[in-house]
């Protein structure tokens, strides 16, 4: 059975930071490249971020590049989404989300799995 597990989740202030983990089981989790989705209150989800199966190259949305960090860990099918200097308008339900692709892919209807979220609050 194929599991995609977030944790990490919560309350922050802005200015504040969080980790958000992702924990894999029931597939190959090192042949997939792995992403970060988000969904904020009254908004569609929206692409955050990938990193390649290997952990060699990793993308970001221009609304978070340069504060958020993503990392994967394959020998322990983990995947990993630091966030540092959160504003109000990144909360939001994050979710990971794994892509089997031979290219970068930031079409997130077009993912094999995703995780049931973890929810982010950034607020005074």
């Known amino acids: 059975e194929v599991q995609l597990v977030e944790s990490g989740g919560g309350l922050v202030q802005p200015g504040g930071s969080l980790r958000l983990s992702c924990a894999a089981s029931?597939?190959?989790?090192?042949?997939?490249?792995m992403s970060w989705v988000r969904q904020s209150p009254g908004k569609g989800p929206e692409w955050v971020s990938t990193?390649?199966?290997?952990?060699?190259?990793?993308y970001y949305a221009d609304y978070v590049k340069g504060r958020f960090t993503i990392s994967r860990d394959n020998p322990k099918n983990a995947l990993y989404l630091q966030m540092d200097s959160l504003k109000p308008e990144d909360t939001g339900v994050y979710y990971c989300?794994?892509?089997?692709?031979?290219?970068?892919?930031?079409?997130?209807?077009?993912?094999?799995?995703w995780g049931p979220g973890t929810q982010v609050i950034v607020s005074s």
């Open positions: 989300a794994a892509d089997r692709t031979i290219k970068v892919n930031t079409n997130i209807s077009s993912y094999d799995y």
């Open positions: 029931g597939f190959g989790f090192g042949i997939y490249d």
């Open positions: 990193i390649d199966s290997g952990g060699r190259s990793t």
